[in-house]
């Protein structure tokens, strides 16, 4: 490379807010496209018929680990990034990882075959939290230092503070429609389906029951 290259380059890096481009990345890019692996993940549980496999218990655990990745998102849109929000984010993302490897193990344990499409989606879903949570603490490293110091010295450490300027009411509104018509609708649908199977299961197995009793009378 010759110096004019690197100077042009450097030049260039130099004009570029890094900051602005990784907070758009993650709000335009990051997750937006955290849906469609999500979306991706109930098409298979339906393909491989959880509601006669796994059933209401998976689809269950499905519905926990979403409360356990919407929670932290939900407030990161909402409050400043701080150690109090650190924490939450952190404590989500470990506590949605050991929900990650107990669904694994209750689909593997039932009649539901997890196919290697499945488990490559799931690889996708258990790595985006990380990248996002590793990209916000990049952009704010001085909060990071704080929360390794316990907050000592900043009275807001350990509250949550709502974020200056709020984001936008449309980004928001786009958000939450994104939230409705790829999370809950497909999985708040797989649920109910599991339900229905349930108790269909169940009204089967106590007419058999009922069969067989009316049969040894005879």
């Not at 499945?118 to 258990?126: A, M, T, V």
Request: with cysteine.
């Amino acid at each position: 490379m010759s110096r004019d290259q690197a100077a042009r380059i450097s030049a260039y890096g130099s004009a570029v807010d890094v900051r602005e481009v990784t907070t758009r990345y993650l709000l335009y890019g990051l997750l937006p496209g955290w849906f469609v692996p999500g979306l991706a993940d109930w098409v298979m549980h339906r393909r491989t018929r959880i509601e006669d496999t796994a059933g209401t218990k998976e689809s269950l655990i499905h519905s926990l680990m979403m409360a356990e990745v919407g929670i932290p998102i939900a407030a990161t849109l909402r409050y400043e990034v701080n150690p109090a929000l650190l924490a939450v984010q952190l404590g989500g993302a470990a506590v949605h990882e050991a929900t990650a490897l107990w669904d694994v193990r209750t689909a593997v344990r039932s009649e539901r075959e997890v196919r290697p499409v499945e488990q490559h989606i799931h690889s996708f879903l258990e790595s985006l939290p990380f990248g996002a949570l590793a990209a916000l603490m990049c952009l704010h490293a001085d909060q990071v230092r704080s929360l390794l110091r316990g907050g000592r010295g900043d009275p807001d450490a350990w509250r949550l503070v709502p974020r200056r300027p709020q984001l936008s009411r449309g980004y928001i509104a786009g958000i939450t429609a994104a939230i409705g018509a790829c999370v809950l609708l497909p999985y708040g649908e797989e649920l109910l389906r599991c339900r229905r199977a349930a108790k269909r299961s169940k009204k089967r197995a106590t007419s058999d029951e009922a069969h067989w009793r009316a049969t040894k009378e005879r």
